[in-house]
């Protein structure tokens, strides 16, 4: 009798997939296992920026337009939010065009901050519709998903050593005060400790769920294990900024452009929706190519704005196309409410709540803008009060060294700004901090070139100052690092010899050589030569002597020393 009961409880339950097994684990649960190769696979012959630059424009950008078609195109729901939908655009163009002239950093961190949660929440969302199906509402459970989500996400930012880069980088920019390094180390403790404790409560809830007879959908486990997992990678462990937005970008933009094709697809047939989207969401594989084309159509835009458009039109451009992220965001949160009868009804789940709320005394619109209000009007405040304290570009690299000392890339800018600035003993010490830091061999042995320049730069100046012990040990630890040292610093005094009044420059590098490879024969003639122009007839007589030494075959030294002796 049991196992009868059972059997019919299986058989009466829904499936438990949106499409079918195969079609989610394509389009929504197991798409970063497809994503990873072909990315790497890609970058390999398009390289990152290219292949940035189309994902940018037509998947990032270009999935914005389903959202609006949902938006215009649905009658009932543009009646419902007709406020919203006609000022929302008006006020984030007005807002997004004059910070991307005064305030880039601002708006970059505003839409940077606002995608992140619109990719939680879309995963969010998706958990809420596989839990529909197996009828899971609990209010803990859907807590904890949230809590799980939430920390998975911001964990990923917070332990990632590029975005943290990314975002101090803005944040200075904007004229944002110092954050010290000890913070971030606090913050990856506490996110670290969070999540940790979040997921164990999961983990803990799903497991008495399924002892209380009320299972939780397995499908929104692997969802989110397979959603938060590549969020990981993407951020954590590739190193390319670049390469980390086009993972994860592609795959939520699959999932978005799948669940609103599917959506509007069935709520097409309702009769108070317009006429266009009656027309576009029909069963066609032909309207299924004209939805992408639009897509694509819309995402080029941004290819426009990148390659074709100059300043000042460039920069209202780019504000246009961050009012547009916004306004997807936005309206993402508040027209996809899987908790709606209306879209539980067009995504085939049952239940609900109906539309709207409890009515107020003040209209809807003024409370829905006074609670946007405290997040807007701090923004823009700190956009004006900021502006005038925005970090030139080398304290900006200063600044960020200081907040990540151990970010090789970031001390190796730190040295090199230095170096600029002519601070050269401390663009040493950051230069040897950097060579420590970086693991990856092309980038170390960039950092080590860098490096051996500023000990070569600094001896230099030592010489110009008669410390040749000095300037002997900083050009040691130099040819440790570049080997060909030497010969570059003889070819060096070679070309400044010729020009007019560069023999003391000259004589220098010449000495360097030598003090970098005592045996060079050629160096010690060119330095005595060098030396005797100077009337440094000492210096010229001791190397014309050696280089006799070295070379006792060579008539050269010989003849420098008669030549020596005459004008002495």
């Known amino acids: 009798m049991g196992r009868k009961t059972s059997a019919a409880a299986a058989a009466a ?53 389903p959202g609006m078609m949902r938006a215009y195109g649905d009658k009932a729901l543009f009646q419902r939010f007709k406020a919203r939908f006609l000022f929302a655009p008006i006020f984030l163009l007005a807002t997004c065009i004059p910070l991307a002239f ?9 839409v940077y901050f606002w995608g992140m949660w619109h990719g939680f929440m879309q995963m969010h969302g998706f958990a809420r519709i596989y839990d529909a199906k197996w009828k899971s509402f609990a209010p803990r459970t859907v807590a904890l998903d949230r809590a ?44 670290g400790g969070v999540f940790t404790a979040v997921l164990l409560a999961y983990v803990v809830n799903a497991w008495q769920c399924q002892r ?62 317009g006429a266009f989207t009656k027309f576009l969401f029909r069963r066609s594989t032909g309207l299924v190519a004209l939805y992408v084309g639009l897509v694509f159509a819309y995402g080029g835009f941004n290819l426009l704005q990148e390659l074709v458009l100059k300043p000042p039109v460039h920069t209202i451009m780019a504000g246009v196309l961050a009012a547009s992220g916004l306004l997807h965001f936005y309206y993402d949160g508040f027209i996809w409410k899987v908790k709606e009868k209306s ?32 997040f807007v009007v701090p923004v823009l405040a700190f956009a004006v009060a900021a502006a005038p304290q925005a970090r030139e570009e080398d304290e900006l690299v200063l600044a960020l ?66 410390d040749r012990e000095q ?41 360097a050589a030598v003090l970098l490879d005592p045996s060079h024969v050629d160096a010690r003639l060119d330095l005595a030569i060098s030396a005797a122009r100077a009337k440094r007839y000492d210096l010229a007589q001791e190397h014309a002597e050696e280089a006799a030494r070295l070379a006792p075959n060579d008539p050269r030294p010989a003849d420098l020393l008669q030549r020596l002796a005459r004008v002495r």
Request: charged share 20%.
């Open 13 to 65: 339950r829904p499936s438990s997939w949106i499409l079918s097994p195969g079609s989610d684990l394509l389009l929504f649960v197991g798409t970063p296992i497809l994503i990873l190769p072909a990315v790497l696979l890609l970058d390999g012959s398009w390289g990152t920026e290219a292949l940035y630059l189309f994902v940018a424009s037509f998947g990032a950008l270009g999935h914005h337009l």
């Open 102 to 110: 005064h305030q880039k950093s601002v708006l970059i961190l505003v």
């Open 148 to 191: 799980v989500g939430l920390f998975g996400f911001a964990g990923a930012l917070v332990f990632s050593d590029p975005r943290i880069n990314m975002l101090l980088d803005n944040w200075y920019r904007a004229g944002g005060p110092l954050v010290q390094p000890e913070l971030i180390g606090t913050m990856r403790w506490i996110f």
């Open 212 to 273: 209380r007879g009320a299972p939780q959908s397995p499908v929104k486990h692997l969802l989110l294990a397979t959603t938060i997992g590549f969020f990981w990678v993407a951020n954590v462990v590739i190193a390319s900024p670049l390469l980390a937005v086009v993972l994860f970008e592609i795959f939520h933009d699959v999932q978005y452009l799948t669940i609103v094709w599917l959506f509007n697809r069935k709520r097409a047939q309702a009769a108070d929706v």
């Open 343 to 374: 879209t539980r009804e067009a995504l085939g789940l049952e239940g609900g709540v109906d539309a709207g709320g409890p009515k107020n005394r003040l209209p809807a619109w003024s409370l829905h803008g006074l609670r946007w209000a405290v």
């Open 401 to 466: 060294a200081e907040s990540l000392p151990e970010s090789a890339e970031v001390q190796r800018n730190r040295a090199i700004a230095l170096y600029q600035r002519d601070e050269l003993d401390d663009a040493i010490v950051a230069g040897r901090r950097a060579a420590e830091l970086f693991e990856d061999p092309q980038k170390r042995n960039k950092a080590r070139a860098d490096l051996a320049a500023m000990l070569y730069q600094s001896a230099l100046d030592e010489l110009a100052s008669f």
């Open 471 to 511: 300037a002997g040990e900083l050009l040691r630890e130099a040819a440790a690092l570049r080997p060909t040292l030497a010969d570059e610093a003889h070819a060096e005094g070679l070309s400044l010899a010729k020009q007019s009044g560069q023999v003391g420059e000259a004589t220098r590098r010449f000495e």
